[in-house]
């Protein structure tokens, strides 16, 4: 991937300013006093760009890049649409390598805004430019002293690198960074990424050092695919954290297959990231407060958590949220309570939550000890210190708290400490001293709790490479493969299928059935026939042949003379789905779920992206609301679990591989004890 521009970017030796302005407020001022600010220090030449100003806020002024000679290699462009065009021609001339266009009024706008946008990518393109934008925000690096932004000062410096296509949340992290001293090292507004994208951005802080952790606010993919499939060679080395607007419903598709209309946008993109192993958060604030917090502290290791607190009932509350979170808080041990109890009040409890009772004066020897302790006793994989009120007013508990936080930092042990803080006006003086000294801070048990859950470690897995598998005819009409079709692709395919015989007349049907034996299933065949529960177009448990004649002359009388399917009658199991369809933005997406004829009103079902590794595979199963059915309920036998994963990854791989297939569905799936068996087939062809 090239990366050429993101020195011109983020470490430019000169900044132009179009649009540069002496009134306050306006783009162009912003720009010219953040590029300037000495507390910045920011080193590289700014040159201001107007018209007829020798000098714009003590900054040099030139009319033409190309005319006066100035050398630079970024542009930050805040004029009238109309304007822009031109002005990445003079850019070109003048050797610019990246324009970040702040200017809105494009393709967001309307009609004329859309054909406007278009002209600027093509004098882009045709000048060697690479754009940031339009109607974006800008970009910083805290590394350098670089606010290229029209966010008013400078975040701290962090680890912390935030990519959004929301102007206002670059924003957001400035005032982020002043509450509570959250470091950033870069910041970018992609804007209406008419050329470098989300994708092209995750490539590069990839591989910058001076990030530790990515957050990114996205309301759109460029290129879905190529983003999932970067971002899971990320997730292993870096934390990705990801707010996906636009979560409502998106337009119904036109499809039959039950995959495709259970499947919204939303779905699939969260799958997909997921799948990557992204950490899907839902609101802004979440963002960032689980970016800070892995930045600060780091991951945590398992779900058992040590709580330390002064309030038996928000200790209690605190409990209730972590396990609902998939926590554990378990009891510690004998020695461990042994050893905390010379530190707390007689009244205090030494289990887990640890409660220090009212005991003020032993406020800083109980928390200290409680949080060196779990630290070090290999017990639990995260710390969760509770400051309510009297605790977090007391100066003396906060210093001993930074004090054991710091020094098991120092003895690199990974056990990340949160505070969960609830305390008046009057306590914001330590709440800052704990920002300070990069210790997490959340004021709310939820708030805390739901922060925990997004910094649990993830893992990253691998897909077996797709075999060679044949494409068949479709029907020329409506894409649907007849059943007949569709059940010989499978067969051939060699995925798990019931037996089945094709009949053109209630004869063949009727040697079909003496060969598979009773009791057997009819299946009628005909174009157009999707839906064949609704037209009553299955017969089950036929157990002779005078039941199978009347069934065949029933569907002849009901749905027209045709073929028909005989198939063998399976054993009861437990009826599930899986289904597939392309997805315009992320490519072949595969759905696993609760089947049979309830399909889309249970709407138990899990997605990811094709083709799926055999942890893929069981993270899909243990998905399911109704997932405990695949275990035996009520003395019925559970499924094969490894068997299972199996068909699904088998299926995947088949899906990938035949990019003829528009959209599928196998339902019902009848899972038993040890066998699992396809039962009907939908297949559409792709008519691109």
């Known amino acids: 991937m090239d990366l050429s521009w993101s020195k011109a970017l983020f470490e430019p030796a000169g900044v132009a300013v179009f649009g540069a302005s002496a009134q306050r407020l306006k783009a162009g001022n912003v720009l010219l006093a953040n590029l300037t600010a000495p507390e910045a220090g920011f080193k590289g030449r700014v040159i201001a760009v107007h018209p007829t100003a020798q000098a714009i806020a003590g900054v040099g002024a030139v009319r033409s890049l190309a005319e006066s000679g100035c050398d630079a290699d970024l542009a930050l462009i805040a004029t009238p649409p109309a304007t822009v065009p031109g002005i990445l021609a003079d850019c070109a001339k003048a050797g610019i390598r990246v324009a970040v266009v702040v200017s809105g009024g494009f393709a967001e706008a309307d009609e004329g805004g859309q054909r406007l946008q278009a002209a600027v990518l093509e004098s882009a393109r045709s000048h060697g430019i690479r754009l940031i934008g339009p109607n974006c925000f800008g970009a910083v690096n805290t590394g350098v002293g670089l606010n ?3 966010g008013i000062g400078l975040p701290r410096r962090g680890g912390i690198s935030l990519v959004t296509q929301s102007g206002a949340y670059g924003m957001a992290a400035f005032a982020r960074s002043e509450a509570t001293g959250c470091g950033f090292a870069k910041i970018v507004s992609v804007g209406n990424k008419l050329d470098i994208d989300e994708t092209d951005v995750l490539a590069y802080l990839a591989n910058d050092d001076d990030t530790r952790v990515i957050a990114m606010l996205l309301e759109s993919f460029s290129d879905g695919r190529r983003f999932f499939e970067l971002a899971r060679t990320v997730t292993p080395i870096k934390p990705v954290v990801v707010l996906k607007t636009g979560r409502g419903r998106a337009a119904q598709r036109a499809a039959s297959s039950h995959t495709a209309a259970l499947a919204d946008d939303w779905r699939v993109a969260e799958a997909a990231l997921r799948q990557a192993g992204v950490r899907v958060v839902y609101d802004g604030e979440t963002l960032i407060d689980v970016a800070e917090a892995l930045d600060r502290s780091g991951p945590a290791a398992d779900r058992r958590v040590g709580v330390i607190t002064n309030s038996g009932g928000v200790g209690v509350e605190l409990v209730d949220l972590l396990e609902r979170e998939g926590f554990e808080v378990p009891a510690l041990t004998e020695p461990t309570r042994e050893a905390l109890l010379p530190f707390l009040p007689p009244l205090a409890s030494a289990a887990n939550p640890i ?3 009212t005991d003020w004066a032993r406020f800083p020897e109980a928390y200290g000890m409680g949080v060196r302790l779990l630290s070090t006793g290999g017990e639990v994989g995260a710390i969760v210190v509770v400051l309510v009120q009297r605790a977090a007013q007391q100066q003396a508990l906060i210093d001993r708290l930074i004090e054991e936080i710091h020094a098991a930092r120092q003895r690199c042990e990974r056990i990340p400490v949160f505070v969960c803080w609830i305390a008046s006006a009057g306590a914001e003086f330590c709440i ?38 044949p494409k068949p005819q479709d029907d020329g009409s409506s894409g649907w493969l007849s059943m007949a079709e569709a059940l010989e692709t499978i067969r051939h395919a060699g995925l798990p299928l019931a037996r089945f015989g094709l009949c053109g007349s209630v004869a063949e049907a009727a040697a079909s059935a003496r060969e598979l034996g009773y009791p057997v299933v009819l299946k009628a065949d005909r174009p157009g026939l999707l839906h064949k529960t609704e037209a009553r177009a299955v017969w089950l448990g036929i157990a002779d042949e005078d039941e199978l004649r009347a069934a065949w002359t029933d569907f002849d009388s009901r749905l027209g003379s045709g073929g028909s399917v005989v198939q063998e009658q399976m054993p009861d199991g437990v009826e599930l789905a899986v289904g597939g369809y392309r997805d315009a933005g992320f490519g072949p997406v595969v759905l696993f779920g609760i089947g049979g004829t309830w399909i889309e009103v249970l709407r138990d079902f899990a997605l990811r992206l094709a083709p799926l590794g055999r942890a893929d595979a069981c993270a899909m199963m243990d998905e399911l609301r109704l997932r405990t059915v695949l275990d035996g309920v009520r003395g019925s036998p559970g499924v094969d679990r490894q068997n299972l994963a199996q068909l699904l990854v088998r299926v995947s791989i088949w899906f990938r591989q035949s990019s003829w297939v528009e959209e599928f569905d196998f339902n019902p799936v009848i899972a038993g004890e040890r066998e699992l068996s396809i039962v009907d087939v939908r297949i559409k062809v792709r008519t691109e």
Do not use: N, W, Y
């Not at 004021?443 to 739901?450: D, V």
């Open 355 to 357: 409660d220090v009772t």
């Open 432 to 469: 800052r001293r704990l920002h300070e000294a990069a210790i997490p801070c959340f004021r709310s048990a939820k708030r805390t709790a739901r922060t925990m859950a997004h910094c649990r470690s993830r893992l990253g897995v691998q897909a077996a490479p797709p075999p060679t598998l």
């Open 148 to 150: 290229a932004s029209i």
